[in-house]
Protein backbone atom coordinates (compact mmCIF):
# COMPACT_ATOMS: atom_id res chain seq x y z
CA UNK A 1 0.00 0.00 0.00
CA UNK A 2 0.98 3.43 0.36
CA UNK A 3 3.04 4.92 2.30
CA UNK A 4 5.59 7.87 3.72
CA UNK A 5 8.58 8.09 5.11
CA UNK A 6 9.83 11.77 6.66
CA UNK A 7 13.09 12.63 8.64
CA UNK A 8 13.05 11.77 11.91
CA UNK A 9 13.01 15.01 14.40
CA UNK A 10 13.47 17.12 15.85
CA UNK A 11 15.46 19.37 13.68
CA UNK A 12 17.34 22.51 15.46
CA UNK A 13 18.36 24.79 13.32
CA UNK A 14 19.48 28.81 13.51
CA UNK A 15 17.77 31.73 11.95
CA UNK A 16 18.37 32.17 8.65
CA UNK A 17 19.97 28.29 8.44
CA UNK A 18 19.03 26.30 4.98
CA UNK A 19 16.41 24.20 5.77
CA UNK A 20 16.22 20.75 4.26
CA UNK A 21 13.19 18.11 5.66
CA UNK A 22 13.45 14.41 3.34
CA UNK A 23 10.27 12.85 2.47
CA UNK A 24 10.11 9.64 0.13
CA UNK A 25 7.38 7.94 -0.53
CA UNK A 26 6.07 4.24 -1.78
CA UNK A 27 3.05 4.69 -3.70
CA UNK A 28 1.86 2.82 -7.02
CA UNK A 29 0.77 4.66 -9.38
CA UNK A 30 0.39 9.11 -9.90
CA UNK A 31 0.05 10.10 -6.43
CA UNK A 32 -0.54 13.77 -5.04
CA UNK A 33 2.15 14.77 -2.58
CA UNK A 34 1.72 17.79 -0.24
CA UNK A 35 3.25 18.93 2.98
CA UNK A 36 1.60 20.16 6.11
CA UNK A 37 2.40 22.38 8.57
CA UNK A 38 1.35 22.62 12.43
CA UNK A 39 1.71 25.23 14.57
CA UNK A 40 1.01 25.14 18.26
CA UNK A 41 -1.97 24.34 19.74
CA UNK A 42 -3.30 24.67 16.05
CA UNK A 43 -4.58 21.74 13.52
CA UNK A 44 -2.37 21.38 10.49
CA UNK A 45 -2.49 23.81 7.59
CA UNK A 46 -1.79 22.99 4.01
CA UNK A 47 1.80 24.21 2.63
CA UNK A 48 2.38 23.47 -0.36
CA UNK A 49 1.30 20.70 -2.72
CA UNK A 50 2.53 18.79 -6.23
CA UNK A 51 -0.19 16.40 -7.97
CA UNK A 52 2.28 15.52 -11.08
CA UNK A 53 6.03 14.38 -11.65
CA UNK A 54 8.61 17.66 -11.61
CA UNK A 55 5.91 19.78 -10.54
CA UNK A 56 7.43 22.36 -7.45
CA UNK A 57 5.40 23.65 -4.85
CA UNK A 58 6.15 26.58 -3.31
CA UNK A 59 5.10 28.79 -0.25
CA UNK A 60 5.89 31.22 2.09
CA UNK A 61 9.40 30.49 1.07
CA UNK A 62 9.26 26.89 1.22
CA UNK A 63 9.17 24.65 -1.72
CA UNK A 64 9.35 20.92 -2.67
CA UNK A 65 10.17 19.36 -6.16
CA UNK A 66 8.00 16.25 -7.24
CA UNK A 67 10.87 13.75 -8.03
CA UNK A 68 9.63 10.06 -9.31
CA UNK A 69 12.49 9.14 -10.51
CA UNK A 70 13.42 9.01 -6.67
CA UNK A 71 10.19 8.92 -5.27
CA UNK A 72 11.09 12.03 -2.92
CA UNK A 73 9.15 15.30 -2.09
CA UNK A 74 11.98 17.21 -0.02
CA UNK A 75 10.78 20.09 1.84
CA UNK A 76 13.63 23.29 1.68
CA UNK A 77 13.74 26.86 2.63
CA UNK A 78 16.73 29.01 2.33
CA UNK A 79 16.54 31.07 5.31
CA UNK A 80 14.21 30.09 7.82
CA UNK A 81 12.69 32.30 10.68
CA UNK A 82 11.76 31.72 14.06
CA UNK A 83 8.40 31.87 13.20
CA UNK A 84 8.81 28.51 10.94
CA UNK A 85 9.13 26.69 14.24
CA UNK A 86 6.45 24.16 13.96
CA UNK A 87 5.64 19.94 13.12
CA UNK A 88 5.90 19.39 9.23
CA UNK A 89 3.76 16.55 7.82
CA UNK A 90 4.83 15.27 4.52
CA UNK A 91 1.30 13.21 2.61
CA UNK A 92 0.44 12.09 -0.50
CA UNK A 93 -3.06 10.56 -1.59
CA UNK A 94 -3.68 9.29 -4.96
CA UNK A 95 -2.08 6.73 -7.07
CA UNK A 96 -4.09 3.43 -8.79
CA UNK A 97 -7.02 3.61 -6.27
CA UNK A 98 -9.24 5.88 -6.64
CA UNK A 99 -10.64 5.33 -2.82
CA UNK A 100 -6.99 6.44 -1.53
CA UNK A 101 -7.33 8.80 1.37
CA UNK A 102 -4.76 11.04 2.66
CA UNK A 103 -1.76 8.59 3.94
CA UNK A 104 0.35 11.34 6.26
CA UNK A 105 4.02 10.79 7.70
CA UNK A 106 4.83 10.97 11.17
CA UNK A 107 5.95 14.82 11.22
CA UNK A 108 9.30 16.42 12.02
CA UNK A 109 9.26 18.78 14.75
CA UNK A 110 11.31 21.86 13.71
CA UNK A 111 12.65 24.31 16.01
CA UNK A 112 14.76 27.58 15.16
CA UNK A 113 16.75 29.16 18.17
CA UNK A 114 17.33 33.45 17.37
CA UNK B 1 -14.61 31.44 4.90
CA UNK B 2 -14.47 30.63 8.63
CA UNK B 3 -13.24 27.28 7.90
CA UNK B 4 -13.28 23.67 9.81
CA UNK B 5 -14.95 24.92 13.27
CA UNK B 6 -14.37 22.23 16.10
CA UNK B 7 -16.28 22.14 19.60
CA UNK B 8 -14.92 22.52 21.91
CA UNK B 9 -11.35 23.28 22.22
CA UNK B 10 -10.74 21.47 25.15
CA UNK B 11 -12.95 19.01 27.16
CA UNK B 12 -11.52 17.95 30.47
CA UNK B 13 -13.88 14.36 31.70
CA UNK B 14 -14.08 11.56 34.33
CA UNK B 15 -13.32 7.94 33.12
CA UNK B 16 -17.04 6.66 32.29
CA UNK B 17 -18.40 9.53 31.15
CA UNK B 18 -19.76 10.27 27.36
CA UNK B 19 -18.08 12.83 25.32
CA UNK B 20 -19.43 14.84 22.41
CA UNK B 21 -17.13 16.48 19.84
CA UNK B 22 -18.59 18.31 16.92
CA UNK B 23 -17.40 19.67 13.85
CA UNK B 24 -18.48 21.66 11.00
CA UNK B 25 -17.19 21.29 7.77
CA UNK B 26 -16.93 24.25 4.79
CA UNK B 27 -19.74 25.03 3.11
CA UNK B 28 -19.35 22.72 -0.33
CA UNK B 29 -17.06 20.18 1.03
CA UNK B 30 -18.25 16.73 0.09
CA UNK B 31 -15.57 14.82 2.58
CA UNK B 32 -15.49 14.62 6.11
CA UNK B 33 -12.49 13.06 8.08
CA UNK B 34 -12.13 12.60 11.99
CA UNK B 35 -8.53 12.29 12.84
CA UNK B 36 -6.83 11.51 16.48
CA UNK B 37 -3.84 12.92 17.68
CA UNK B 38 -1.49 11.38 20.16
CA UNK B 39 2.63 11.27 20.62
CA UNK B 40 2.73 7.51 20.55
CA UNK B 41 0.88 7.11 17.57
CA UNK B 42 0.82 10.48 15.55
CA UNK B 43 -2.33 10.89 13.41
CA UNK B 44 -4.98 8.42 13.08
CA UNK B 45 -7.71 8.73 11.04
CA UNK B 46 -10.70 7.28 12.47
CA UNK B 47 -13.40 7.64 10.25
CA UNK B 48 -14.41 9.49 7.17
CA UNK B 49 -17.57 10.51 5.37
CA UNK B 50 -18.57 11.18 2.04
CA UNK B 51 -22.06 12.85 1.01
CA UNK B 52 -22.74 12.81 4.55
CA UNK B 53 -22.16 8.73 4.22
CA UNK B 54 -20.07 6.87 6.41
CA UNK B 55 -17.89 5.53 4.29
CA UNK B 56 -15.09 3.79 6.14
CA UNK B 57 -14.86 3.41 10.07
CA UNK B 58 -11.60 0.84 10.30
CA UNK B 59 -9.77 3.27 11.99
CA UNK B 60 -12.66 3.53 15.17
CA UNK B 61 -10.57 1.88 17.82
CA UNK B 62 -13.89 0.06 19.16
CA UNK B 63 -17.21 -0.04 19.87
CA UNK B 64 -17.14 3.09 22.26
CA UNK B 65 -16.69 5.43 19.53
CA UNK B 66 -19.51 5.87 17.23
CA UNK B 67 -19.67 9.26 14.60
CA UNK B 68 -22.43 10.31 13.03
CA UNK B 69 -22.58 12.95 9.98
CA UNK B 70 -26.72 13.70 9.97
CA UNK B 71 -26.25 16.46 7.74
CA UNK B 72 -24.12 18.36 4.96
CA UNK B 73 -22.97 21.05 7.66
CA UNK B 74 -22.41 19.02 10.59
CA UNK B 75 -20.71 15.67 12.21
CA UNK B 76 -20.48 14.15 15.55
CA UNK B 77 -17.39 12.20 17.39
CA UNK B 78 -18.69 10.28 20.54
CA UNK B 79 -17.11 8.21 23.24
CA UNK B 80 -19.38 6.59 25.61
CA UNK B 81 -17.88 5.52 28.56
CA UNK B 82 -14.28 7.58 28.12
CA UNK B 83 -11.36 5.99 28.97
CA UNK B 84 -8.21 7.55 30.00
CA UNK B 85 -6.11 6.31 27.04
CA UNK B 86 -9.39 8.13 25.09
CA UNK B 87 -6.62 11.39 25.85
CA UNK B 88 -5.42 12.89 22.53
CA UNK B 89 -6.48 15.71 20.05
CA UNK B 90 -8.97 15.00 18.05
CA UNK B 91 -8.95 16.62 14.48
CA UNK B 92 -11.81 16.97 11.97
CA UNK B 93 -11.04 17.38 8.16
CA UNK B 94 -12.86 18.26 5.31
CA UNK B 95 -12.29 18.48 1.72
CA UNK B 96 -13.68 19.75 -1.97
CA UNK B 97 -13.23 17.00 -3.76
CA UNK B 98 -13.33 13.73 -1.93
CA UNK B 99 -11.18 11.37 -0.82
CA UNK B 100 -8.33 11.54 -4.01
CA UNK B 101 -8.10 15.23 -3.30
CA UNK B 102 -5.53 17.16 -5.46
CA UNK B 103 -6.35 19.87 -2.71
CA UNK B 104 -5.52 18.92 0.14
CA UNK B 105 -7.86 18.56 3.38
CA UNK B 106 -8.43 21.64 5.63
CA UNK B 107 -8.47 21.01 9.43
CA UNK B 108 -10.11 22.33 12.26
CA UNK B 109 -8.25 23.99 15.23
CA UNK B 110 -8.75 20.34 16.83
CA UNK B 111 -10.31 19.46 20.38
CA UNK B 112 -7.99 18.57 23.06
CA UNK B 113 -9.70 15.72 25.11
CA UNK B 114 -8.44 14.54 28.53
CA UNK B 115 -9.91 12.07 30.61
CA UNK B 116 -9.05 11.68 34.11
Known amino acids: GNSVTQMEGPVTLSEEAFLTINCTYTATGYPSLFWYVQYPGEGLQLLLK?????DKGSNKGFEATYRKETTSFHLEKGSVQVSDSAVYFCALTGGYSSASKIIFGSGTRLSIRP | DAGVIQSPRHEVTEMGQEVTLRCKPI?????LFWYRQTMMRGLELLIYFNNNVPIDDSGMPEDRFSAKMPNASFSTLKIQPSEPRDSAVYFCASSLDGLDTNYGYTFGSGTRLTVV
Open chain 1, 50 to 54: ATKAD
Open chain 2, 27 to 31: SGHNS
